[in-house]
C-alpha cells in the first residue's frame, strides 16, 4: 500500500486525474481550482472503468482527500457535494459520477453515499477507493514516472523489480524521503526527454537549484521502467569501468561531474579521456545522468572536447530557478512543510507567509527543504520581515546555524569537510586527522554521535561507487564551511594541518587566484603548505605502485598550475628546483605538466633555457603527428615567440603532411581488438580537425586531410563489430495534468 494521506488535496487531485488519464484512457477536462463547482475533472465519452459494465454521457470525477490514516469514507464527507451534483445534473452536466478517494470505501457506506447521489439524479456512480488507486500505483510503471511522489510513498521493495531493487537499493533507499516530497517541473519533463532522445543529459544550475532532484527522479524511473541497475558514481573513470557490455539496462549517475564546488581540472581531462568510450556505452543503450553547477561548468566547458562528444552541447538541461511557475514553487515548499520535521503549530503560523516566500526572487527549492526543518529555524520569527530575510540571506543564516552547534558536532563536520565531502563509513581517522579533532575539542566518538544525530538535516550517510559515506546533506552546507573557515584563521591552521594532502589540494588555493569557493590560504600559512605537499608522494586513487606515484606528482602539478599564485610557486621552486628540467621536456599527453610550464611562464618564473626545450620537445611531438595539440592550445602557443610557432607551422606543413598516410596506417596497426575501432581512432581524427583548421585554405592540403579522414572512417566501419537488434528504451512523453504535483 501507499500513504496517499500524505500527498495532499492539490496532489491527490492530481494522481485521479493522471489515472484517469493514462491507465483508464479518457481525455479529462480538469477544474482544479476553488471554484470547481463540484468538479474536479470531466469528460463526455463511453468508458468501462472496471470492465463490468458499459457507461456513457457525461462524467464528473470528484476526488475526495483525507490526510487522517485509515479514515472511512462516510456520506457526510459530502454533503457540501450533493447541492453540487443537483446542479450538475440540472445543466446535464452529470450522467455519471465518478468518486476516487483515498479513504477506505465499506460496502454498506458505499451503498448509503450511492443512494444519496441516485436521489440527486445521477445515473451511474463510481467507487475508487483506496485500495484500487494502490493497485494501480503498482501495476503501472508510467504512472509512477508520471508521479515521483509515490515512490517516496510506498515500500521500494514492493515497487521496483527485485533485480533492480537489489542492485539499487543503497542509492534509492537514501532518496525515498526526499522523493515522497518532489515536484514534477517543466525542467523534469526536458531531461527525461533529453534522456530519451540521446541517452545521456547534463542537469547545469545554480547551486541548490534542484538538479540533484531530477537526476534522482530519473534514477528511480529506469530502475522501475527498465529495471535498470542504478549506479552513482563519482569519477569519470568509474563510470567506463563499471560499464558491463553485457548488460544494457545501466543507468550511471555522475553528481557534479567537474567538481563538488569548485571548477576541477583533472575531472575534465578524466572525461576527455573517456568520451570516446561513453559514446559506446551510449550506442549499447546505456544511460547517463551528469549534473554541474553552473559556474563550474561554464569554466569545464572550454576544456571539454565537445567535438568528440557532441552531445555535451545538444542534450543540455538547463535548470533556471527563475523558470519555475509560481504554482511550482508553492507545491515545492508545501511538500517539504507538510512531510518535515516541523511541529503542526509551526506549520500554523507560517502558513500564511508561504505565499510571500515562494513569490521572493531568491527562492529555490533547498530553501523548502530548510523551512521543513528545525536544525535550521530555531529562533527565527515568523513574521513577513524574517522570512524573507531567511530566504534572501540563506548563506550568511546557514554560516550562524552551522557556527551555533555544539563542538562535536562541528569537529564532525570539519572532518567531513577534510574528506572533500566523502567521509568514508565506518571511520578509519589518520594521525593528522586525530590531532585535529583533539584541537577542537572533540574525538572520534563525539564525532560518529554528531553525525548520528546530524543525519538527514545537515549530513547524510549514503552509498556512492560501492562505498558508504557520510556527506553533507547539500553542498551549499560545505560553501558555508569553507565561508567559516576563510573567517577563522585559527581554524583554517587546524584544518590544514589535519587534512590529507590529496583531498587539501582539492580544496584550497595559495593565494587569490579567482578560484569559486576555493579556501583561500594566506601568507602565514604558505610553509605549512609546502610541508603537507612534501608529504604527498603516493595517491589512493591507484591501486599500483607506479600509478599511485605518478597520480600524487600529476595531482601536485595540476594544483601548482591552477591553484597558486606566483609568490607561492616562488617558494616551491626555491624548495624544488628539479621542477624546472621535469617541465622543459614534457611527456606525450602530460596535460599537468604543460599547465605548469604555462603558468611558470605566465608568472615569469621560467628561465629561457627552459623554455626553449619546451618549445623543441613540443614541436618534435606535433611534427612526428604523436600529439598535435600545440597547434589547437593557446596555453602552449603562450610559451612560443612568434617566429617560433611559424616555424613550426611550415615543419608540420611540410613534413607531416606528406606522411599523413603513414600516420594513419600505424594508428591502424597499433589497434587491439579489444579497443573499439572508434574509441582507438578517436585521437587521430581530432588531430585531423587540428589540422583542417589551419591548413584547410591550401588546396592540396585539403585534399590529403579530406582523403586520410575519408579512409579512417571507412577502417572504422570495415571493423566496427554488428550489433544485434534491439528496441530502444525510453521513458515517453512526461506531460502531466495543468498542476505540478
Same mark, same amino acid.
Given at each position: 500500500?501507499?500513504?496517499?494521506?500524505?500527498?495532499?488535496?492539490?496532489?491527490?487531485?492530481?494522481?485521479?486525474?493522471?489515472?484517469?488519464?493514462?491507465?483508464?484512457?479518457?481525455?479529462?477536462?480538469?477544474?482544479?481550482?476553488?471554484?470547481?463547482?463540484?468538479?474536479?475533472?470531466?469528460?463526455?465519452?463511453?468508458?468501462?472503468?472496471?470492465?463490468?459494465?458499459?457507461? *456513457?454521457?457525461?462524467?464528473?470525477?470528484?476526488?475526495?482527500?483525507?490526510?487522517?490514516?485509515?479514515?472511512?469514507?462516510?456520506?457526510?464527507?459530502?454533503?457540501?457535494?450533493?447541492?453540487?451534483?443537483?446542479?450538475?445534473?440540472?445543466?446535464?452536466?452529470?450522467?455519471?459520477?465518478?468518486?476516487?478517494?483515498?479513504?477506505?470505501?465499506?460496502?454498506?457506506?458505499?451503498?448509503?453515499?450511492?443512494?444519496?447521489?441516485?436521489?440527486?439524479?445521477?445515473?451511474?456512480?463510481?467507487?475508487?477507493?483506496?485500495?484500487?488507486?494502490?493497485?494501480?500505483?503498482?501495476?503501472?510503471?508510467?504512472?509512477?514516472?508520471?508521479?515521483?511522489?509515490?515512490?517516496?510513498?510506498?515500500?521500494?521493495?514492493?515497487? /521496483?523489480?527485485?533485480?533492480?531493487?537489489?542492485?539499487?537499493?543503497?542509492?534509492?533507499?537514501?532518496?525515498?524521503?526526499?522523493?515522497?516530497?518532489?515536484?514534477?517541473?517543466?525542467?523534469?519533463?526536458?531531461?527525461?526527454?533529453?534522456?530519451?532522445?540521446?541517452?545521456?543529459?547534463?542537469?547545469?544550475?545554480?547551486?541548490?537549484?534542484?538538479?540533484?532532484?531530477?537526476?534522482?527522479?530519473?534514477?528511480?524511473?529506469?530502475?522501475?521502467?527498465?529495471?535498470?541497475?542504478?549506479?552513482?558514481?563519482?569519477?569519470?573513470?568509474?563510470?567506463?569501468?563499471?560499464?558491463?557490455?553485457?548488460?544494457?539496462?545501466?543507468?550511471?549517475?555522475?553528481?557534479?561531474?567537474?567538481?563538488?564546488?569548485?571548477?576541477?581540472?583533472?575531472?575534465?581531462?578524466?572525461?576527455?579521456?573517456?568520451?570516446?568510450?561513453?559514446?559506446?556505452?551510449?550506442?549499447?543503450?546505456?544511460?547517463?545522468?551528469?549534473?554541474?553547477?553552473?559556474?563550474?561548468?561554464?569554466?569545464?566547458?572550454?576544456?571539454?572536447?565537445?567535438?568528440?562528444?557532441?552531445?555535451?552541447?545538444?542534450?543540455?538541461?538547463?535548470?533556471?530557478?527563475?523558470?519555475?511557475?509560481?504554482?511550482?514553487?508553492?507545491?515545492?515548499?508545501?511538500?517539504?512543510?507538510?512531510?518535515?520535521?516541523?511541529?503542526?503549530?509551526?506549520?500554523?503560523?507560517?502558513?500564511?507567509?508561504?505565499?510571500?516566500?515562494?513569490?521572493?526572487?531568491?527562492?529555490?527549492?533547498?530553501?523548502?527543504?530548510?523551512?521543513?526543518?528545525?536544525?535550521?529555524?530555531?529562533?527565527?520569527?515568523?513574521?513577513?520581515?524574517?522570512?524573507?530575510?531567511?530566504?534572501?540571506?540563506?548563506?550568511?543564516?546557514?554560516?550562524?546555524?552551522?557556527?551555533?552547534?555544539?563542538?562535536? *558536532?562541528?569537529?564532525?563536520?570539519?572532518?567531513?569537510?577534510?574528506?572533500?565531502?566523502?567521509?568514508?563509513?565506518?571511520?578509519?581517522?589518520?594521525?593528522?586527522?586525530?590531532?585535529?579533532?583533539?584541537?577542537?575539542?572533540?574525538?572520534?566518538?563525539?564525532?560518529?554521535?554528531?553525525?548520528?544525530?546530524?543525519?538527514?538535516?545537515?549530513?547524510?550517510?549514503?552509498?556512492?561507487?560501492?562505498?558508504?559515506?557520510?556527506?553533507?546533506?547539500?553542498?551549499?552546507?560545505?560553501?558555508?564551511?569553507?565561508?567559516?573557515?576563510?573567517?577563522?584563521?585559527?581554524?583554517?591552521?587546524?584544518?590544514?594541518?589535519?587534512?590529507?594532502?590529496?583531498?587539501?589540494?582539492?580544496?584550497?588555493?595559495?593565494?587569490?587566484?579567482?578560484?569559486?569557493?576555493?579556501?583561500?590560504?594566506?601568507?602565514?600559512?604558505?610553509?605549512?603548505?609546502?610541508?603537507?605537499?612534501?608529504?604527498?608522494?603516493?595517491?589512493?586513487?591507484?591501486?599500483?605502485?607506479?600509478?599511485?606515484?605518478?597520480?600524487?606528482?600529476?595531482?601536485?602539478?595540476?594544483?601548482?598550475?591552477?591553484?597558486?599564485?606566483?609568490?607561492? /610557486?616562488?617558494?616551491?621552486?626555491?624548495?624544488?628546483?628539479?621542477?624546472?628540467?621535469?617541465?622543459?621536456?614534457?611527456?606525450?599527453?602530460?596535460?599537468?605538466?604543460?599547465?605548469?610550464?604555462?603558468?611558470?611562464?605566465?608568472?615569469?618564473?621560467?628561465?629561457?633555457?627552459?623554455?626553449?626545450?619546451?618549445?623543441?620537445?613540443? *614541436?618534435?611531438?606535433?611534427?612526428?603527428?604523436?600529439?598535435?595539440?600545440?597547434?589547437?592550445?593557446?596555453?602552449?602557443?603562450?610559451?612560443?615567440?612568434?617566429?617560433?610557432?611559424?616555424?613550426? /607551422?611550415?615543419?608540420?606543413?611540410?613534413?607531416?603532411?606528406?606522411?599523413?598516410?603513414?600516420?594513419?596506417?600505424?594508428?591502424?596497426?597499433?589497434?587491439?581488438?579489444?579497443?573499439?575501432?572508434?574509441?582507438?581512432?578517436?585521437?587521430?581524427?581530432?588531430?585531423?580537425?587540428?589540422?583542417?583548421?589551419?591548413?584547410?585554405?591550401?588546396?592540396?592540403?585539403?585534399?590529403?586531410?579530406?582523403?586520410?579522414?575519408? /579512409?579512417?572512417?571507412?577502417?572504422?566501419?570495415?571493423?566496427?563489430?554488428?550489433?544485434?537488434?534491439?528496441?530502444?528504451?525510453?521513458?515517453?512523453?512526461?506531460?502531466?495534468?495543468?498542476?505540478?504535483?
Amino acid at each position: 500500500m501507499y500513504d496517499l494521506h500524505h500527498l495532499g488535496w492539490n496532489s491527490f487531485q492530481q494522481l485521479c486525474l493522471t489515472i484517469t488519464r493514462e491507465v483508464l484512457g479518457q481525455t479529462v477536462e480538469s477544474f482544479l481550482d476553488s471554484n470547481d463547482g463540484g468538479r474536479d475533472g470531466a469528460f463526455v465519452g463511453w468508458w468501462n472503468p472496471t470492465g463490468h459494465e458499459d457507461l *456513457s454521457g457525461r462524467f464528473v470525477i470528484q476526488c475526495k482527500f483525507t490526510s487522517r490514516i485509515n479514515h472511512v469514507l462516510r456520506p457526510s464527507d459530502l454533503s457540501d457535494e450533493l447541492k453540487k451534483v443537483r446542479r450538475l445534473v440540472e445543466q446535464s452536466l452529470c450522467d455519471s459520477y465518478v468518486l476516487m478517494t483515498n479513504a477506505g470505501v465499506s460496502g454498506s457506506r458505499a451503498e448509503d453515499i450511492e443512494t444519496l447521489l441516485r436521489r440527486a439524479g445521477v445515473k451511474q456512480v463510481v467507487f475508487l477507493g483506496s485500495t484500487w488507486i494502490s493497485q494501480q500505483i503498482r501495476e503501472n510503471k508510467r504512472l509512477r514516472m508520471l508521479v515521483p511522489r509515490v515512490y517516496g510513498l510506498g515500500d521500494l521493495s514492493q515497487i /521496483l523489480d527485485e533485480r533492480a531493487y537489489a542492485q539499487a537499493r543503497a542509492i534509492l533507499e537514501s532518496l525515498r524521503e526526499d522523493l515522497a516530497k518532489v515536484v514534477v517541473t517543466d525542467s523534469y519533463r526536458k531531461a527525461a526527454a533529453a534522456l530519451d532522445r540521446h541517452g545521456f543529459v547534463l542537469l547545469i544550475g545554480e547551486p541548490a537549484a534542484g538538479k540533484t532532484t531530477i537526476a534522482s527522479m530519473l534514477a528511480m524511473a529506469a530502475a522501475d521502467q527498465w529495471s535498470a541497475s542504478v549506479l552513482k558514481l563519482n569519477d569519470p573513470g568509474k563510470v567506463v569501468e563499471r560499464w558491463n557490455p553485457d548488460e544494457p539496462s545501466q543507468f550511471f549517475w555522475v553528481d557534479d561531474a567537474f567538481g563538488v564546488a569548485q571548477y576541477e581540472a583533472f575531472l575534465v581531462q578524466g572525461w576527455n579521456h573517456v568520451l570516446p568510450q561513453i559514446k559506446t556505452m551510449l550506442r549499447k543503450d546505456a544511460k547517463i545522468v551528469m549534473t554541474s553547477r553552473d559556474y563550474i561548468y561554464n569554466r569545464a566547458r572550454n576544456k571539454l572536447k565537445e567535438g568528440a562528444f557532441p552531445l555535451l552541447e545538444e542534450s543540455q538541461v538547463v535548470i533556471d530557478v527563475h523558470d519555475l511557475s509560481g504554482d511550482e514553487k508553492k507545491q515545492i515548499l508545501y511538500n517539504h512543510l507538510k512531510l518535515g520535521k516541523q511541529s503542526r503549530t509551526f506549520r500554523s503560523r507560517v502558513k500564511p507567509h508561504l505565499e510571500s516566500v515562494a513569490a521572493h526572487t531568491r527562492f529555490i527549492p533547498e530553501i523548502a527543504r530548510r523551512l521543513g526543518d528545525p536544525v535550521f529555524t530555531e529562533g527565527l520569527d515568523l513574521d513577513a520581515y524574517h522570512l524573507g530575510q531567511f530566504v534572501e540571506k540563506r548563506e550568511r543564516l546557514l554560516q550562524e546555524i552551522l557556527q551555533g552547534l555544539d563542538g562535536h *558536532s562541528k569537529a564532525a563536520l570539519a572532518l567531513i569537510y577534510m574528506r572533500n565531502d566523502r567521509l568514508e563509513s565506518p571511520i578509519d581517522l589518520q594521525k593528522s586527522e586525530e590531532k585535529a579533532l583533539e584541537r577542537l575539542g572533540s574525538n572520534l566518538g563525539g564525532c560518529v554521535t554528531a553525525l548520528e544525530a546530524l543525519n538527514g538535516s545537515l549530513v547524510l550517510h549514503s552509498h556512492a561507487g560501492g562505498d558508504s559515506i557520510w556527506q553533507f546533506k547539500h553542498p551549499t552546507i560545505g560553501d558555508a564551511y569553507a565561508a567559516i573557515l576563510a573567517q577563522s584563521p585559527e581554524l583554517l591552521g587546524i584544518f590544514v594541518q589535519g587534512s590529507a594532502p590529496e583531498e587539501l589540494i582539492e580544496q584550497v588555493t595559495c593565494g587569490n587566484v579567482g578560484i569559486e569557493k576555493a579556501v583561500i590560504i594566506p601568507k602565514a600559512l604558505f610553509p605549512l603548505m609546502l610541508v603537507k605537499l612534501g608529504e604527498f608522494s603516493t595517491s589512493k586513487k591507484y591501486k599500483s605502485a607506479w600509478l599511485s606515484t605518478w597520480g600524487a606528482k600529476s595531482a601536485i602539478q595540476r594544483f601548482l598550475a591552477r591553484r597558486c599564485s606566483k609568490e607561492f /610557486l616562488s617558494l616551491y621552486l626555491e624548495d624544488n628546483p628539479e621542477l624546472l628540467a621535469k617541465v622543459s621536456e614534457p611527456g606525450l599527453s602530460a596535460f599537468s605538466v604543460v599547465s605548469l610550464a604555462a603558468r611558470l611562464h605566465e608568472f615569469g618564473l621560467l628561465p629561457e633555457e627552459n623554455r626553449k626545450r619546451f618549445v623543441v620537445t613540443i *614541436s618534435g611531438y606535433a611534427v612526428r603527428g604523436d600529439d598535435l595539440y600545440a597547434l589547437d592550445d593557446l596555453d602552449i602557443q603562450s610559451l612560443f615567440e612568434d617566429h617560433e610557432f611559424e616555424e613550426l /607551422l611550415q615543419n608540420v606543413r611540410t613534413q607531416l603532411l606528406p606522411r599523413l598516410d603513414d600516420v594513419r596506417i600505424e594508428a591502424q596497426h597499433n589497434h587491439q581488438s579489444s579497443e573499439p575501432p572508434d574509441e582507438h581512432m578517436q585521437p587521430l581524427l581530432e588531430s585531423f580537425e587540428i589540422l583542417e583548421r589551419l591548413f584547410g585554405d591550401d588546396e592540396h592540403a585539403a585534399k590529403i586531410i579530406e582523403r586520410e579522414t575519408r /579512409l579512417v572512417n571507412e577502417w572504422i566501419a570495415e571493423n566496427e563489430p554488428e550489433e544485434p537488434d534491439k528496441n530502444p528504451r525510453i521513458l515517453g512523453n512526461v506531460e502531466t495534468p495543468d498542476k505540478p504535483l
